[in-house]
T-cell receptor
């Protein structure tokens, strides 16, 4: 079955440590996105990628980094420079020139 | 950054009641979408709207693409307990920026049996 996978569901990290969230899709979608969700603030775009080896900053990219070495994978690194990293992170993929979109189940990151 | 204005932020209704929520933007979109998010899960696409004035239904859900292309509405008729969740509107520029989705803040729906 085609889909988009984020794992693990729950992560705990100590303050000052980097953490990488994985996102894998087998839908053959070109575009992939990372969103951050905080209560009452909807989904805010962190980074997105339209094609392999290319990505663009979203609205809240500071303190985050990404890579897109393969079409299927778009990992997000939450660096120690991110001042408030505890949040729910959602990855999505979209077929080009289409509304066909799927979200992963999310990563709930807690930094202590 | 861009964000849509979605209202209301939350609703508490009785089972069987109808629900309406809306989304407005200062920018024009060529596609509007409505998603539902269950607690602790990713959003799932409910309805996609492709042209101004379009009215589309999906079961008890009906959504409309505003004629100005800057707003959209979602109605849920005869609500049931499983309608509980957060509903998001999203505007999309399908042919630009990889089809980037811009989201509203969400409407949290609670249904009392």
């Amino acid at each position: 079955d085609g889909g988009i996978t984020q794992s693990p569901k729950y992560l705990f990290r100590k303050e000052g440590q980097n953490v990488t969230l994985s996102c894998e899709q087998n839908l053959n979608h070109d575009a992939m996105y990372w969103y951050r969700q905080d209560p009452g603030q909807g989904l805010r775009l962190i980074y997105y990628s339209q094609i392999v080896n290319d990505f663009q900053k979203g609205d809240i990219a500071e303190g985050y980094s990404v890579s897109r070495e393969k079409k299927e994978s778009f990992p997000l690194t939450v660096t120690s420079a991110q001042k408030n990293p505890t949040a729910f992170y959602l990855c999505a993929s979209i077929r080009s020139r289409s509304t066909e979109s799927f979200f992963g189940q999310g990563n709930r990151l807690t930094v202590v | 950054g861009q964000q849509l204005n979605q209202s209301p932020q939350s609703m508490f209704i009785q089972e069987g009641e109808d629900v309406s929520m809306n989304c407005t933007s200062s920018s024009i979109f060529n596609t509007w979408l409505w998603y539902k998010q269950d607690p602790g899960e990713g959003p799932v696409l409910l309805i996609a709207l492709y042209k101004a004035g379009e009215l589309t239904s999906n079961g008890r859900l009906t959504a409309q693409f505003g004629t100005t292309r800057k707003d959209s509405f979602l109605n849920i008729s005869a609500s049931i307990p499983s309608d509980v969740g957060i509903y998001f509107c999203a505007g999309q520029l399908v042919y630009n920026q990889g089809g980037k989705l811009i989201f509203g803040q969400g409407t949290e729906l609670s249904v009392k049996p």
